[in-house]
């Protein structure tokens, strides 16, 4: 039966790693690969991570289940790191979290909680957006439709993504990212919030906002403006939130999947379809990431051990912003890439064609996604001249 089953392309960015792998060039950069870096080019296991492993090698006690919801010390701490610790959407017990196989499991599972109870809702998606998104609600077969976000000479086209979005019928999803817009780096002002909040209200749209970067773009709490907003002003709402990135443990799949009801009556009712979703998709979450970022939130010490790591990454990643954008200036292009200063999180739209992109590899060993994408973080600071050099050389 197999023999009639075509084989489909793979993962362009995993094409990207494996030609990266092979290129013998010793001066080759990665900027292809969505996963920080420190200036070694290392992606290393955070202290406080490290050192809350020591302590659970300790104490756990047992490998039994966690339950479809996993373990409250965790989804309490996600939902105060979310939304604030003195948030009135906690005090009026009105969301509910559950604990998912990363930031993906945790769209999955609002993309099943959306096709199973709100029929008939389609979802609008910025274009562009991180490509998995339409392969996820894709696969739980909702409507998807596009909302413009950046215009053709790249920059936030925030005037066409709230026409878009006026076209929304009454109940559609609007997914937002939270910050660090993936994969442009573009995003919205706190007016910007405010006006998007305001036609959500006018349209009666139900935000999904993907909360994969905290503490990645101005700060835990700065990046959590768009979120807290809506969460305090909307009755309903829905956010997946990712440790992948902020606490470095990308491989031990630790997500959320927050509802946010009217009231704690919906949202208990809400949360018993959330556990349905979530058994029926894989019965129980993994628990080790979540135990580790418990052991992190719930600890004075190594809380405070991981903010100042947290800091320190996005700190390197907007002093690269700064530093890539003078490094081009004897070149007379620091103008032409301001842009990459403002943006935030790990990415940038560089705004160089696929043929520029195509040049940059073939000629310059540098790699990054065809559409102009680059990983910031992948930069190490003495290849700042080197990668200016072969920008000005694509730009000629
Ligand atoms: N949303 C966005 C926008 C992302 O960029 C990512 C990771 N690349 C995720 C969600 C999911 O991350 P993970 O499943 O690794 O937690």
Redesign the pocket.
């Known amino acids: 039966m197999f023999e009639q089953i075509a084989r489909v392309p793979g993962d362009a960015i995993l094409g990207l790693i494996d030609a990266f792998r092979q290129d013998t060039n010793p001066v080759k950069v990665d900027l292809g690969v969505?996963v920080y870096r420190n200036d070694r080019g290392d992606t290393p296991v955070l202290e406080s991570v490290k050192l809350a492993e020591a302590r659970l090698l300790e104490q756990e006690r047992t490998k039994s289940y966690i339950g479809s919801h996993g373990d409250p010390r965790y989804t309490d701490a996600v939902l105060s790191l979310v939304l604030g610790e003195r948030s009135p959407v906690l005090d009026a017990h009105r969301a509910s979290a559950t604990q998912s196989?990363?930031?993906?499991?945790a769209?999955r599972l609002a993309a099943d909680f959306i096709k199973a109870n709100l029929p008939g809702k389609s979802i609008w998606l910025s274009d562009p957006?991180?490509p998995?998104?339409l392969g996820i609600f894709e696969a739980a077969g909702l409507d998807m439709h596009r909302y413009p976000y950046v215009s053709a000479d790249n920059q936030l086209d925030f005037e066409g993504m709230i026409s878009a979005l006026e076209q929304a019928p009454e109940g559609d999803v609007v997914l937002l990212?939270a910050c660090c817009h993936?994969p442009s780096g573009f995003d919205l002002d706190h007016d910007q919030w405010r006006q998007v909040l305001a036609l959500i209200q006018r349209r009666g749209l139900l935000p999904l906002v993907?909360f994969?970067?905290q503490g990645f773009g101005d700060g835990l709490d700065e990046d959590a403006f768009g979120t807290r907003l809506l969460a305090e002003s909307l009755d309903e709402m829905i956010i997946?939130s990712?440790?992948?990135?902020n606490f470095g443990i990308?491989r031990e799949?630790?997500?959320c999947f927050i509802l946010i009801a009217k009231n704690q009556e919906q949202m208990e009712n809400v949360r018993s379809q959330a556990a349905i979703t979530a058994r029926e998709n894989y019965s129980n979450p993994p628990a080790h990431g979540g135990a580790v970022v418990a052991e992190i939130l719930g600890d004075p010490e190594l809380r405070s051990r991981w903010v100042a790591e947290v800091d320190e990454m996005r700190e390197r990643i907007n002093g690269l912003r700064r530093a890539f954008v003078d490094s081009l200036a004897p070149f007379g292009l620091s103008e032409r890439f301001a842009h990459v200063a403002h943006q935030r999180g790990m990415f940038s739209y560089t705004g160089l064609s696929p043929e520029q992109v195509d040049r940059l590899r073939d000629e310059f060993a540098i790699y990054m996604v065809r559409s102009g994408r680059a990983n910031v973080a992948g930069l190490r600071r003495e290849q700042l001249d080197y990668v200016a050099r072969a920008f000005a050389a694509v730009c000629q």
């Open positions: 969505g196989p990363g930031g993906t499991g769209l957006t991180w998995n998104h990212h993936n993907d994969a970067y997946t990712s440790c992948s990135k990308y799949r630790t997500g």
